[in-house]
């Protein structure tokens, strides 16, 4: 069997400059913590890559590194005690852990911006949300305070915030949750980036309002040809926007799909335990599947694969060994593009 490149998941690309090179790549990423009771490894060799007008959704539960791989391509881990010990983040084929601070700083809010997943904590509560949106013309643009405030306006009409001129002084805390999500779009929207990272853009709202920030998302990424990475732990969120997924375990990629695929045939048992993890309408009355355990100590991640503690399909072999990004291949043999899973039972997995 062979490894496959976790830089190549889709089945084929929608759209490259002209060079053919991906918006971003990120190349064997790892980050460690430095903590009193030793070091946390985040990340362990992380490669996916994203290109304009794509969706790559990284999934996982929490801890699995989803969010730390983003800030390290955001440039806003805390160093110390985060380190980069190894890796790459390529955008537009250059390497941004190689920059300097002002190189990155052109590149963070202009081309790649950022929604946090908790608005309310995000924004700051003490200036207005007109404010602080007219920051980043102020500060990338040189615009007036004047001409910032009316961008502003401009701003919240487009993410649908009612009556943007009379609100545009109101402060975090008048708006709902799904209007302060808005905002945040509005906010990593505002320089029309190439690229945004949207952490858990929909966490802690209803499913009505879920569907409202995935549509507008969805909507403003068509019109601007955007590359979107898409993180959470919902599959069901990512079902109808993301065009390849990667799921991320203990710091690690251990499966890569296009998007229907993995939702029709899984090839790594956790990908499958947090399918039967949804509920379903066709399983009134029945108890909701629970992967069991807990997901692992990244100060000890256990010899092997991580997984293999809680893996109802675990070997010896799991527990010594620990499986590269295998292709997953057909029933003919034949290489199925864009799918990788690092099981050595995947073949079992993928017949169910």
């Known amino acids: 069997m062979t490894t496959i490149d976790t830089t190549d998941t889709s089945p084929s690309r929608r759209v490259k400059d002209e060079s053919g090179v991906p918006l971003l790549e990120v190349r064997d990423l790892h980050v460690d913590f430095h903590t009193r009771d ?8 992380v490669n996916y890559s994203v290109n304009a007008g794509e969706t790559l959704a990284v999934l996982g539960e929490s801890g699995s590194g989803k969010s730390v791989t983003a800030q390290a391509i955001m440039g806003i881990l ?25 190189e990155r700083r ?10 946090f997943q908790d608005a309310l904590s995000s924004l700051n509560p003490v200036l207005s949300v007109g404010y602080q949106l007219g920051e980043m013309f102020r500060v990338h643009e040189g615009l007036s305070k004047k001409d910032a405030k009316a961008r502003s306006i401009e701003l919240m009409d487009r993410v649908r915030i009612p009556a943007a001129r009379e609100r545009v002084g109101d402060y975090p805390h008048q708006f709902s949750g799904g209007m302060r999500q808005r905002i945040m779009i509005a906010m990593a929207m505002a320089l029309k980036p190439d690229l945004i990272i949207a952490d858990e853009p929909t966490t802690a709202l209803d499913v009505t309002v879920q569907a409202q920030v995935m549509e507008l998302l969805a909507e403003l990424q068509r019109e601007l040809n955007m590359g979107l990475i898409l993180i959470t732990h919902d599959l069901g969120v990512v079902a109808d926007v993301a065009d390849k997924i990667a799921v991320m375990y203990a710091g690690r990629i251990v499966e890569t799909a296009p998007v229907h695929d ?31 355990g807990l997901p692992p100590n990244l100060l000890h991640i256990p010899r092997g694969c991580a997984f293999n503690p809680r893996c109802p399909k675990a070997q010896d072999i799991c527990r010594t060994d620990e499986p590269p990004l295998l292709q997953v291949t057909g029933p003919e043999g034949a290489e199925l593009a864009g799918r990788g899973s690092a099981c050595h039972f995947w073949k079992e997995t993928l017949r169910g």
Request: net charge positive; glycine share 10%.
């Open 38 to 45: 030793g070091v946390a490894k985040a990340v362990n060799g």
């Open 78 to 102: 805390d160093m110390p005690p985060g380190r980069i010990p190894k890796g790459e983040i390529l955008f537009r084929g250059e390497d941004m852990l190689t920059m300097s601070y002002e």
């Open 106 to 115: 052109k590149i963070r809010g202009r081309k790649i911006a950022m929604i």
């Open 262 to 292: 993995i939702y029709k045939a899984p090839a790594h048992p956790y990908t499958q335990g947090l399918l039967q993890s949804i509920p379903r309408l066709d399983q009134k009355g029945q108890d909701l599947y629970a992967i069991k």
